[in-house]
């Protein structure tokens, strides 16, 4: 499972997104916080199912592009999506270096206390063509 995980996986890179998506709402089903040697910092997400099919078909239509990850409003990460995510499990390196408050931050996802939402952070600017690797423009 852990490969699949892997695959999915959310690396962070600045572009910009194609036409607005809609914000959508995730149903999460359970959140995981911990510290990866590869990845540093990491919430491991699982959505219910007719959540992963909706964030599957969201994702797939901004492949190359940014995708803000909110948590009650806040952003937590903004990140490039490489591919489709169209497993219901995914992990994300999240820029939050408070131990205690990352973990808080997956208990409150878990429970249901918090609201979790993907947005365009671009608000529909056009998304030039790039791979996952791609440099950071300014």
């Known amino acids: 499972m852990r490969g699949t995980l892997r695959a999915a996986f959310l690396t962070l ?11 959508l709402v ?8 911990y510290r990866d040697d590869l990845n540093g910092n ?12 909706e964030f599957g078909d969201y994702t797939g239509r901004r492949v190359g592009c940014l995708l803000d990850l909110l948590v009650d409003g806040r952003v937590v990460v903004t990140a490039n999506v490489n591919e489709p995510v169209t497993h219901p499990s ?12 990352a973990d808080a931050l997956a208990r409150s996802m878990s429970s249901g206390e918090a609201s979790v939402v993907v947005d365009d952070p671009e608000n529909g600017s056009p998304c030039p063509e790039r791979g996952p690797t791609a440099p950071e423009t300014s």
């Open 42 to 53: 990491t919430l491991s997400i699982e959505l219910s199912p007719t959540s992963a099919a």
């Open 13 to 23: 890179s600045l572009c910009a997104g194609p036409a607005r998506a809609e914000p």
């Open 90 to 101: 995914f992990m994300v390196a999240i820029p939050i270096d408070d131990v205690v408050a």
């Open 26 to 33: 995730l149903d999460v089903v359970s959140a995981d916080f």
